[in-house]
Nanobody, 126 residues
Framework: QVQLVESGGGLVQAGGSLRLSCAASGRTFSSYGMGWFRQAPGKEREFVSA????????YSADSVKGRFTISGDNAKKMVYLQMNSLKPEDTAVYYCATTSNPLRRWWTTEAVYDYWGQGTQVTVSS
């Protein structure tokens, strides 16, 4: 079992910044990567960013490129999402997840993620 705990969400004005953190514990040795997803009210959960533990390569959705940055500390089993230039449409519950799927082309798909955190609310006011 793997436990994931997100933190860092909150209320911020448009144009502001937040930094989300995700702490992983338990049997994390089979994890190839970590991802961030988000779900806005009335919408499906969508991919935001992912990071490979082995290479450190990162992958992001077009909607957040240039504004959000994912980073990780493999030794500490921590993943971060630095969110800058936030927009009201970024309002959502943000989830971190871990995947044991080694094929990075699938990492935008939530079905390949094995464990999920409980989520943290991010609200961006206009």
């Amino acid at each position: 079992q793997v436990q994931l705990v997100e933190s860092g969400g909150g209320l911020v004005q448009a144009g502001g910044s937040l930094r989300l953190s995700c702490a992983a514990s338990g049997r994390t040795f089979s994890s190839y990567g970590m991802g961030w997803f988000r779900q806005a009210p009335g919408k499906e959960r969508e991919f935001v960013s992912a990071i490979s533990w082995s290479s450190g390569n990162t992958y992001s959705a077009d909607s957040v490129k240039g504004r959000f940055t994912i980073s990780g500390d493999n030794a500490k089993k921590m993943v971060y999402l630095q969110m800058n230039s936030l927009k009201p449409e970024d309002t959502a519950v943000y989830y971190c997840a871990t995947t044991s799927n080694p094929l990075r082309r699938w990492w935008t798909t939530e079905a390949v993620y094995d464990y999920w955190g409980q989520g943290t609310q991010v609200t961006v006011s206009s």
